[in-house]
């Protein structure tokens, strides 16, 4: 783990680095597309307004370059094949910085794959009734009870999300209050590490610094939802064309994250099977006629399925609309079932409001919202991106929610564990400790 | 499963435009991108590259001689404009004989082009000219060459071994001169080393005013003192410090004893303690007669 958070504080200080550069780059590698956004930083010129202006404080950067791609080499929203990927981030990449008219040298990176885990940790530490230090805010989250992520996991975001001092939770901040011991829950993220390896290697190779990694999930999330749902305790589900991720927010913090192997792209392999179409027709007529609520007009309204194999009768075929639907509707269905898996796994019920906010790509396909409120309960809304400025009027749909959310976690990290510097003398004493705990199970 | 060997003829015409670049184009477009190399490319090298070819193509003898040949020609055909011709010259303040010789030093041939005239050339040439204390040449637009002269006056005559000169008051040679008659109202000096004692030469003729016609020079003795050369060859001698005062007690000595009316030879004042008078060969006699008289030694 602290091999991890080396390069982590290497991200942070690259991160630093752009902004006083004051470009930076956001790519978000998704399995169908990938996202390009450039944001300048201009810190001395925040409008002076009265409480929340109207781009709730995010109007200190600046979108000047936007550009997306057809995602090539992903699958699941991990890289397959490298040179595939690679000449798709260079192509977003060349478009944005052409629109921009400024180079990039650090990016950002979202990416929905790698089957992340989530963990809640909580750490203690003593403090004998003196002021909460940032040493003590370090020590606590330094002392949080590892879990065993498994071999080839790397911890990807690992989150403060409550304090605790004494008897009195929900803090957010405890330094400078009094108290006899700390509490902290850190809520820790864990990912395939050869995905992540591969992610830095093809952004390496093309020429960028990583200045940060995300979870397209959890920056679907920081987007596609208003503040007081962050706040109150709601999911956010990114339906993306390999992946399905979800995150649920609480008092303003992730506290999980998941994503569901399923996503657009297999609906529109569905079509292709069951109609016996390519693979490109079929996405063309899901986007086109798809939807997930057959109605008696929908029987009537033919979908022609042109084709040029020369077959007269096969290159005449239609299929009505209701068929179409026949088709998307199970596996829509199968989606928002194994997200409600997840959700019930993650005691989702629990929390004070149940809020489900669907966003993402998949995400506009029409009678989204009843179904999912059938399956995923009442309180389900489909979310768009935040506005921020600058952004081109083509990316301010659903689809491109994780891309804003990461523009935002670039202006605005949330804490992570390794800002915080660990106090010198807790290091050593642990790996002491362990070193010790190894001799007596081994001798 | 994609074709992992790419580079066969039928694979390549298969595959469809990439509109991905390739790692050179990429890394060239963000090179382009950089603003160092950016402004370097745009501005510098442009430059850069045009001095160079200037510098090629101008350093080629022919377009020398053709650059060389425009200029030539610019500049003769400004040259020839009536405004900046000068027709004449303006003279003031010489005189004719010295007019003459200005003329012909600065030997123009008018008219001449304002841009061929260096007055200050011309002014420095002038200036070496023995008449002429002081000279201001300026080139006026009207189309006239100005010369606005300062004679030096002469003040004295110098007999030297080679000739006879004019000098100014500061022993300054105006001009050389065949005969003493030319300038009679000039006093005269002579003798080696005149030249540089003109202003005292000056002084002692300016206090020896009462002798009138009998003074006829100054002469220079050893480089460093007077003899006063009067009429019926009398010497007056003069100290090399004190010589006017010397002066004016041989005046003096005239008006009291009448003493430059006797037959006296040499009046030495070298020494001012002891002046000395050397009598002529008559008065000698005569004095020596008077002696012999006096002891008795004579009979008359």
Known sequence: ?443 | MRTLIRGRKADRAAIPHDPAPSRLQYRLNRMWLSPFIRVALIRVLPVCLLIAALGVWGTRPAQIAIMTGWIVDVRASVEARPEFQIRQMSLTGASPVLANAIRERVGLEFPVSWFDLDPEVIRADLATLDAVADVAVSVELGGALRVVVTEREPAILWRRPGGLELLDADGYRVAYIDRRDGRADLPLITGRGGNAAVPEALRLFDAARPLGDRLIALKRQGERRWDMVLTDDQVIQLPETGARAAMERVLAMDGAMDLLARDISVVDLRNPLRPTVRMGPAAMEYLQMTRDFRQGLSVQ
């Open chain 1, 1 to 443: 783990m602290i091999q991890l958070f080396e390069t982590q504080r290497a991200m942070r200080a690259m991160r630093k680095a752009a902004m006083q550069r004051g470009v930076m780059g956001i790519v978000d590698l998704g399995t169908s597309k990938v996202t390009c956004l450039i944001l300048r930083f201009d810190s001395g010129h925040m409008p002076e307004t009265e409480g929340v202006g109207s781009m709730a404080g995010q109007a200190q950067f600046r979108v000047i370059g936007a550009a997306t791609t057809r995602a090539r080499g992903m699958r699941h929203g991990e890289i397959e094949v490298m040179q595939e990927a690679e000449r798709a981030v260079r192509t977003v990449v060349q478009t944005a910085q052409k629109m921009a008219q400024v180079r990039i040298d650090h990016a950002i990176v979202s990416f929905s794959g790698a089957s992340p885990r989530s963990y809640g940790l909580t750490g203690e530490v003593e403090l004998g009734g003196r002021e909460v230090s940032e040493a003590d805010v370090a020590a606590v989250l330094a002392n949080c009870d590892t879990p065993d992520i498994g071999l080839g996991r790397a911890v990807l975001h690992a989150q403060p999300v409550n304090f605790a001092l004494d008897y009195r939770s929900g803090l957010s901040d405890p330094r400078g209050q009094l108290g006899n011991s700390l509490t902290a829950d850190m809520h820790l993220l864990t990912v395939d590490q050869t995905v992540v390896q591969n992610i830095m290697h093809c952004m390496r190779r093309s020429d960028l610094e990583l200045a940060g990694l995300a979870s397209s999930a959890y920056a679907a999330g920081v987007s596609a939802m208003v503040e007081d749902e962050q706040k109150i305790g709601s999911a956010c589900i990114d339906l993306g064309a390999g992946t399905s991720g979800l995150s649920i927010f609480l008092r303003g913090h992730m506290i999980y994250a998941d994503t569901v192997r399923i996503g657009g792209m297999h609906v529109t392999q569905d079509i292709s099977k069951g109609l016996g179409i390519p693979v490109a027709l079929a996405e063309r007529i899901k986007t086109l006629h798809g939807g997930l609520i057959a109605t008696g007009r929908d029987d009537r309204e033919m979908i022609p399925l042109t084709a040029e194999t020369g077959d007269w009768e096969h290159d005449r075929r239609e299929i009505s609309r209701s068929e179409l639907i026949g088709i998307m509707r199970p596996r829509v269905e199968e989606i928002l079932e194994a997200v409600r898996d997840r959700l019930d796994a993650a005691g989702f019920d629990d929390l004070p409001s149940q809020k489900i906010v669907l966003t993402g790509g998949g995400s506009q396909v029409p009678g989204l919202a009843s179904l999912a409120a059938r399956i995923l309960g009442q309180q389900v809304r489909l979310g768009r991106p935040l506005r921020i400025q600058g952004l081109p009027q083509a990316a301010t749909g659903p689809a491109f929610s994780s891309a804003v959310g990461l523009a935002l976690f670039a202006a605005h990290p949330q804490d992570e564990c390794w800002d915080f510097d660990i106090a010198n003398q807790r290091y050593p004493a642990r790996s002491l400790r362990r070193a010790v705990k190894w001799f007596k199970e081994n001798w």
